[in-house]
């Protein structure tokens, strides 16, 4: 069965950056869609960014310019980048996979069927 790990959250304040990895097990990362997904206390889980094994992207539009998504075939990884950091980008942060549908990386949550546990990103104003 596919395994996903998520590992590089922290706390940091407003400005910083911090580097998100999400180890792929039994099965290659480019297999299908990878995405990265945070909820926040009281919100809906939010889509952060996706990416298909052509690396073709999404990206929220409250992350555009400060976050990237990037696939590492080698040590089938998939990491994100994450810049300029603001406090309204804390929340539990999920890496997922799934989600190709007729070729396209859906954006819903429901569209992708395995998960990994999260990590917490922390930042403070």
């Known amino acids: 069965q596919v395994q996903l790990q998520e590992s590089g959250g922290g706390s940091v304040q407003a400005g910083g950056s911090l580097r998100l990895s999400c180890t792929v097990s039994r099965h290659s990362v480019g297999t299908y869609c990878m995405a990265w997904f945070r909820e926040a206390p009281g919100k809906e889980i939010e889509t952060v960014a996706t990416?298909?094994?052509?690396?073709?992207?999404f990206y929220a539009e409250s992350v555009k310019g400060r976050f990237t998504i990037s696939l590492d075939n080698a040590k089938n990884t998939v990491t994100l980048q994450m810049d300029s950091l603001r406090p309204e980008d804390t929340g539990l942060y999920y890496c997922?996979?799934?989600?190709?549908?007729?070729?396209?990386?859906?954006?819903?949550?429901?569209?992708?069927?395995?998960w990994g546990r999260g990590t917490q990103v922390t930042v403070s104003s």
């Open positions: 990416i298909s094994s052509d690396s073709t992207t």
């Open positions: 997922a996979t799934g989600g190709l549908y007729n070729g396209v990386c859906r954006l819903r949550s429901s569209k992708y069927r395995v």
